[in-house]
């Protein structure tokens, strides 16, 4: 199996058990007795976690190499994630969450540090088909939570067992990784700068792009099925589907991203799914039936589909601080937006209407699409030049 092949997996097998949770998430509650309130700030564990540890886990993948974090991280990640099906009160709820989520943060980082630097020895973008098979391993976790379900195995067992069986598997493609898949990539783009100084002007750019992609992710993932219910008036089953047209549009653009970016490039790729982006919104808060709110959802879903994969490629390859310290303040900056998003549009939708509240979506998005220049490689000149010599 080569390189690209494993990284690939990883993102696969990483996904697929945080997918086996979400379909649980309803037991959980029932068996807490958690109204939805109560739910919602349990649920908040997990990007708090994230939050906590993410300015620090730069530092961390930056010195120890993205290989060892990966290691390490599916060890404790695998470990911790079937901890909040066992919980017995809301503050161990939050607290079994929170632990997931510290877990996460340096394992997702690792390994998108090694997926850049793969795809830069590779000499070929794989960065977007990572995020692609991330996409799918949430589906596949998802229908092995819904299988388990139906079963009547309880939660936390079932978490338990894909957690047991995916060790094996995730702990062998990491170890089978290159010594240090980032010692390459930092060779070839020397950091001059700490990972703990301050971000340019640059990473400062791209990551507001990615707010702004972000949060429209985060806003289709909450309210794609309550808009359809609620607002269009569609069915409980056709309003579920509102997230699966999202889903998988999103995991479409993502295999076709790679593709599409070394055509045409990153910046007008990322213009055109801008476009695309802002185009779904004005589809789902201007729709008066199903079939329009269904196809603005899934052109939301493709619109957003690279902006993340394609943030960390730049991030990492801007060559003043090491790649790990760059892509841990961009997943900070769209883990931010993911967050702001559903609760900004649920405060607008208390006042006024959830149409209004999808629309504040459109003023981010135009920001992300005039900052998508950011996305030109900073070196291009330069390569050109050589090429020529």
């Known amino acids: 199996m080569t390189d690209t092949r494993r ?29 939805p309130a109560q739910l919602a700030l349990a649920l908040l564990g997990m990007p708090i976690g994230l939050l906590i540890t993410l300015p620090f886990a730069g530092g961390f993948v930056a010195r120890v190499g993205a290989r060892a974090t990966m290691i390490w991280g599916f060890v404790v990640f695998l470990l911790l994630v079937p901890l909040p099906a066992f919980a017995w009160s809301l503050p161990s709820l939050f607290v079994a969450l929170l632990l997931a989520g510290t877990a996460i943060s340096g394992l997702e980082l690792g390994m998108n540090v090694a997926a850049d630097a793969i795809e830069h020895r590779a000499g070929r973008k794989i960065m ?42 995730a702990l062998w493609l990491a170890i089978t990784l290159p010594l240090d898949v980032s010692a390459e990539h930092a060779e070839s783009a020397p950091a001059t700068k700490s990972p703990w100084s301050l971000p340019s002007k640059a990473l400062v750019g791209l990551s507001v792009f990615v707010f702004g992609v972000a949060m429209a992710e985060g806003a289709a993932a909450d309210w794609s099925a309550v808009f359809l219910r609620d607002v269009i008036g569609s069915p409980v089953a056709l309003a579920g589907f509102g997230y699966t047209a999202y889903a998988f549009a999103i995991a479409t653009g993502r295999f076709l991203g790679d593709y599409l970016s070394a055509r045409f490039g990153a910046a007008p790729l990322a213009r055109l799914c801008g476009l695309i982006t802002i185009g779904g919104v ?30 960390v490629t730049a991030a990492a390859r801007l060559g003043d601080r090491p790649a790990a310290a760059n892509v841990a303040v961009l997943s900070l900056f769209a883990l931010c937006g993911f967050l702001v998003g559903a609760p900004m549009i649920g405060f607008v939708a208390e006042h006024l209407d959830l149409r209004f509240g999808l629309a504040m979506l459109l003023p981010p998005l135009l920001v992300s699409l005039a900052l998508a220049g950011g996305l030109r490689p900073r070196h291009a000149a330069g390569e050109l030049a050589s090429a020529g010599a």
């Open 7 to 35: 990284i690939m997996a990883i993102f696969f097998i990483q996904s697929i058990a945080m997918g086996s949770w979400f379909p649980r998430i309803p037991e959980v509650q029932q068996a807490l007795g958690l109204g």
């Open 128 to 169: 977007s088909t990572c995020h692609g098979f991330w996409s799918l391993g949430q589906m596949a976790g998802s229908l092995v939570g819904v299988g388990f379900a139906a079963l009547a195995l309880p939660p936390g067992w079932s978490l338990a067992i894909v957690a047991v069986a995916l060790v094996g598997p």
């Open 282 to 311: 004005l589809l789902v808060v201007t729709s008066g039936g199903a079939t329009q709110a269904l196809i603005g959802l899934a052109a939301l879903g493709f619109g957003c589909s690279v902006g993340f994969p394609l943030g």
